[in-house]
């Protein structure tokens, strides 16, 4: 029997990240395209399709649209962060307001002392 790997802890691959853009972007486009399906029925009629051949139309075009664009846009939004890595340097940390206030003061004190021996 082969063993299997110990586990380890990974982040989403690029075909989950795609996943879930899509399942995303197909409720949100669903539920919008049932709102406006439902509008226009009522503004323009069905117009020989019928009420749900008008509200299916609206419902699979805006799903479609709104989870092929999450989709696309989760992943470039997320494909780059795993390749930046960032020094610990580059953290900012916070410092208490009363440390920065005397830092500036000290800061001003050795410009003004600066400018008045030249």
């Known amino acids: 029997m082969s063993m299997m790997p110990p586990p380890q802890q990974q ?7 795609l ?11 669903v539920g919008l395209g049932f709102v406006i399906g439902n509008i ?6 069905a117009r020989g399709k019928g009420y749900l051949g008008t509200l299916a139309n609206a419902i699979t075009t805006s799903g479609a649209s709104f989870g092929f ?4 846009g ?3 939004r997320t494909e780059g962060a795993r390749e930046i890595a960032y020094p ?3 953290r900012v940390t916070a410092r208490p307001a009363a440390l920065v206030s005397a830092e500036l ?6 410009m003004a002392a600066m400018r008045s021996s030249s």
């Open 88 to 90: 610990p340097q580059a």
């Open 105 to 110: 003061r000290e800061s001003y004190a050795r």
């Open 11 to 17: 982040g989403p691959s690029f075909t989950d990240k």
């Open 74 to 76: 989760s992943v470039i």
């Open 40 to 45: 226009q029925y009522l503004i323009y009629g």
């Open 69 to 72: 664009f999450m989709a696309v």
């Open 19 to 29: 996943k879930m853009g899509a399942m995303m972007g197909c409720g949100v486009g």
